[in-house]
């Protein structure tokens, strides 16, 4: 789905406020039209809209992402339309936050998220703490399982998380993604990105 333009072109200075609306291939059209309609009424300028499955490859994501510059605003209507986990939203808010650029997110568990107030800090705050439980939660539920697996002489071990995304960040590199936005979409570092890519041109 292409980009809905609210206004016919973007002032070179006034900032922005820019709609993210997703819903998943199994979702009905209905929904998308249903946040693309609340995303209008928060103002929204520019919409970006696509109906894709939260862990493929969301090119109008990583457009609006790209689109958003110092001082805009970026608006979803809840929080799993942008980030896949916890710990996902954190990084998008980071990076965003690094660039000048707000996220509001209109229903938060009721709430609604506003990165650029001080009552949303305290709240990403929070965020942060739940990221870090699931993430030590997960951790320990991986550590049980190798344990057993290897009890039963049947782990092997893995090929390294980043090395295994290796076609993946060939392909987006190839499209012209940025390497901050293949991170994300891989759920790797910035620097494995420049390693799997300078390993590739050694090997060229």
């Given at each position: 789905?292409?980009?809905?333009?609210?206004?016919?072109?973007?002032?070179?200075?006034?900032?922005?406020?820019?709609?993210?609306?997703?819903?998943?291939?199994?979702?009905?059209?209905?929904?998308?039209?249903?946040?693309?309609?609340?995303?209008?009424?928060?103002?929204?300028?520019?919409?970006?809209?696509?109906?894709?499955?939260?862990?493929?490859?969301?090119?109008?994501?990583?457009?609006?992402?790209?689109?958003?510059?110092?001082?805009?605003?970026?608006?979803?209507?809840k929080a799993d339309r942008?980030?896949?986990?916890?710990?996902?939203?954190?990084?998008?808010?980071?990076?965003?936050?690094?660039?000048?650029?707000?996220?509001?997110?209109?229903?938060?568990?009721?709430?609604?998220?506003?990165?650029?107030?001080?009552?949303?800090?305290?709240?990403?705050?929070?965020?942060?703490?739940?990221?870090?439980?699931e993430r030590e939660i997960?951790?320990?539920?991986?550590?049980?399982?190798i344990a057993a697996a290897?009890?039963?002489?049947?782990?092997?071990?893995?090929?390294?998380?980043?090395?295994?995304?290796?076609?993946?960040?060939?392909?987006?590199?190839?499209?012209?993604?940025?390497?901050?936005?293949?991170?994300?979409?891989?759920?790797?570092?910035?620097?494995?990105?420049?390693?799997?890519?300078?390993?590739?041109?050694?090997?060229?």
């Amino acid at each position: 789905m292409s980009v809905i333009s609210l206004r016919k072109r973007r002032p070179t200075v006034t900032s922005a406020i820019i709609g993210y609306a997703r819903t998943s291939t199994a979702e009905q059209l209905a929904g998308l039209t249903a946040q693309v309609r609340e995303l209008k009424a928060a103002g929204c300028t520019e919409i970006f809209s696509e109906q894709v499955s939260s862990v493929a490859q969301r090119a109008k994501l990583d457009e609006a992402l790209r689109f958003v510059r110092k001082g805009d605003t970026l608006i979803v209507t809840k929080a799993d339309r942008l980030a896949r986990s916890t710990s996902n939203l954190l990084a998008i808010i980071t990076d965003l936050e690094a660039r000048g650029i707000g996220l509001v997110v209109l229903n938060l568990g009721g709430q609604q998220l506003d990165t650029r107030n001080p009552t949303s800090k305290l709240l990403l705050t929070m965020l942060g703490a739940v990221a870090t439980f699931e993430r030590e939660i997960m951790l320990e539920r991986q550590r049980e399982g190798i344990a057993a697996a290897a009890a039963a002489g049947k782990y092997k071990g893995r090929a390294p998380t980043a090395r295994a995304k290796a076609d993946d960040v060939w392909r987006l590199a190839s499209q012209g993604t940025t390497k901050e936005a293949i991170a994300r979409i891989a759920g790797i570092s910035v620097a494995s990105v420049y390693r799997i890519l300078a390993d590739s041109k050694r090997a060229a």
